[in-house]
């Protein structure tokens, strides 16, 4: 007689079958990961063959999903260009947040913050998004206002608010917090952002942003570092 214990009936045929199925079965991604893949996707799309020859096809076809996935996360190609313009914003703000110093180390402070500012403007496929947009801004004024609401404005509102922060410290000593951010940021981004978009030289290297942003930060800091 055998000492193995029997099984309720049918138990052990349901095992197996529900083991086969789970090692045939893909591994499910959440709605989460499906939107990070599909923004990546479409970043590509939009900043290698422009706003107006990019499709919702051609985004799922390069994140790997379906369409009808696709346009259950987004209802339409608008809809994608705008949480893609906001995802990297999100990330930008929430790092500038954590920037915070105690006022000794203000320069390197305000260095790693604008050294963020600049991996944001200044990547090469982030222009190339920009170069897109001025060329399609006639045809689809749309995509050039949320550029502008979403990328533009929250960069300089985080930056200003960081600014904000030292002047209550006391670090340093400014007329106006936002205007500042904005002439800090055109300091830190224009000549190299217009001398790539029109072709005079490639996107700047990592090193180079962060040379940038500690030069900036040095002449900024030259004018209005408390005494």
Known sequence: MSN????KPGEGERAVEEARRGRGRPQQRSDEETRTIILEAARYEFSHTGYAATSMESVARRASVSTKTLYRLFPNKAAVFEAMV???IDVFVSIVKLRAC???NIEPALTEALTVCADLMLDGEVIALQRV???DSDKFPDIAETFFHKAITPTQTALGNWLRAQ???GTIVLDDADTAAGMLLGMLAMQPLRATMFGHRPPPTKEERAKR???CAKLFLSGCRSR
């Not at 193995?4 to 099984?7: I, S």
């Open 102 to 104: 105690d006022g000794s």
């Open 4 to 7: 193995v214990k029997a099984d």
């Open 86 to 88: 906001a995802e990297r």
């Open 133 to 135: 947009i001025a060329g």
């Open 213 to 215: 942003a500690a030069t």
């Open 167 to 169: 002047q209550k410290r």
